[in-house]
């Protein structure tokens, strides 16, 4: 009688994990073996691990979300493109209109003193003609003056690796790389 007892425990403990075990997305034979050998124990683990059902729909929710908000991405992307385009062919048909040539100096590149022999001369860099233009964003922003250029810098809107480039300089250089710079703008 005690062996029957203990036999219908196990079954009916058995069914109760398969049934669960389907449900929640386990193995539906190992957990009505488990369920059947280990009853209850079984069961209180069936109901304490994660429904594996519900985190997959919980994946496949964010996967969606996720391409959605990739497409829209690529179409704001792809607006933005086409605007800046617009934008520079209306510059160029003035630039054609006037008779002028309003290129960023990012594009023009003179061919005159390098970034070491530009800065040896200390009163270019704070000097009141000098305009400074820095990259921000992957946008040219300026001219500024270098009194404008340090409160920029004490405002952390440059820092070290920004961009700058001036007249007189050949390429663009990072605020390190152009000698006597930072210290002047720490001071």
């Not at 059902?53 to 690529?74: F, G, S």
């Not at 003035?94 to 001369?121: F, G, R």
């Not at 990259?135 to 404008?148: C, L, N, R, S």
């Amino acid at each position: 009688m005690d062996y029957t007892f203990q036999l219908g425990f196990g079954v009916i403990f058995g069914i109760v994990c398969l049934l669960m075990a389907q449900a929640r997305g386990r193995s539906a034979v190992g957990w009505a073996i488990g369920g059947f050998f280990f009853g209850c124990l079984a069961f209180i683990l069936l109901l304490v691990l994660p429904d594996l059902k519900a985190l997959e729909a919980r994946e496949n929710r964010l996967r969606q979300q996720n391409r959605r908000l990739r497409e829209k991405q690529r179409g704001d992307r792809r607006t933005a493109d086409e605007r800046y385009n617009e934008q520079n062919k209306r510059l160029r048909a003035h630039d054609i209109a006037l008779d002028m040539d309003t290129q960023p100096p990012a594009l023009a590149k003179p061919e005159q003193e390098t970034v070491s022999q530009l800065t040896s001369h200390p009163s270019h860099i704070e000097s009141e003609g000098t305009e400074w233009f820095y990259a921000t964003d992957g946008k040219q922003e300026g001219p500024i003056t270098f009194g404008a250029m340090k409160s920029l810098w004490q405002a952390n809107h440059i820092n070290a690796d920004t961009l700058l480039w001036s007249q007189g300089m050949n390429d663009w250089a990072p605020v390190d790389d152009i000698p006597d710079l930072r210290g002047r703008l720490d001071a």
